[in-house]
């Protein structure tokens, strides 16, 4: 069974930042992939981030890159989310996800069958 616990929400302004942490107990499989994604009020989850634990290959929304940075700690099993020169429209409610091998649906919810609780971001113009 895996447990994911992200954390690291708050209340910042635009152009600050912020870094949101994953940390989970258990894993999918050998060979995983975990990732962000967000829903903003009265809108449908969507994919931010995703990380392919094996050999590190990384993948954003376009309207993340360049700004969003997603890495992992394979010592601690924690995956982090640093988030730069954030936008009022970046806030949402942020989820860490978890899955077995399928790089190629890594930005499909669907996909994943691990969920953490969330943690709010909102950014204030």
């Known amino acids: 069974q895996v447990q994911l616990v992200d954390s690291g929400g708050g209340l910042v302004q635009a152009g600050d930042s912020l870094r949101l942490s994953c940390a989970a107990s258990?894993?999918?499989?050998?060979?995983?992939?975990m990732g962000w994604f967000r829903q903003a009020p009265g809108k449908e989850r969507e994919f931010v981030a995703a990380i392919n634990w094996s050999d590190y290959r990384t993948a954003y929304a376009d309207s993340v890159k360049g700004r969003f940075t997603i890495s992992r700690d394979n010592a601690r099993n924690a995956m982090y989310l640093q988030m730069n020169s954030l936008k009022p429209e970046d806030t949402a409610v942020y989820y860490c996800a978890a899955k077995g091998m399928g790089w190629n649906v890594a930005t499909y919810e669907g996909s994943y069958d691990y969920w953490g609780q969330g943690t709010q971001v909102t950014v204030a113009s």
């Open positions: 258990g894993r999918p499989s050998s060979n995983y992939i």
